[in-house]
């Protein structure tokens, strides 16, 4: 029923920026807090930015300062503007709703060459 598509990934130097969406469809996205997760080669899948259904942000301590979470409810829609790259941030970057046991979208790719 729900779907996530994630998209906005690429290659960029260290210092650059991104900016991933992730849309939902098929759902009461309202309903969900949402978060962004990332997956390095060999590393365990790590929440990085939550944004709640009131729209209340946390973040990792290590992308804390340069990523900003935000939601658009009435495009079902959540963003990660991804500032100050480093090359430890290259990841797959996914979108969810944390506890929901929704599927996985395919993630986005995000390489960050030093």
């Known amino acids: 029923q729900v779907q996530l598509v994630e998209s906005g990934g690429g290659l960029v130097q260290a210092g650059g920026s991104l900016r991933l969406s992730c849309a939902a469809s098929?759902?009461?996205?309202?309903?969900?807090?949402m978060g962004w997760y990332r997956q390095a080669p060999g590393k365990q899948r790590e929440l990085v930015a939550v944004?709640?259904?009131?729209?209340?942000?946390n973040y990792a301590d290590s992308v804390k300062g340069r990523f900003t979470i935000s939601r658009d409810n009435a495009k079902n829609t959540v963003y990660l503007q991804m500032n100050s790259l480093k090359p430890e941030d290259t990841a797959v970057y996914y979108c969810?709703?944390?506890?929901?046991?929704?599927?996985w979208g395919q993630g986005t790719q995000v390489t960050v060459s030093s």
């Open positions: 098929g759902s009461i996205f309202s309903a969900y807090a």
């Open positions: 944004i709640t259904k009131g729209g209340s942000t």
């Open positions: 969810n709703a944390p506890g929901s046991n929704l599927a």
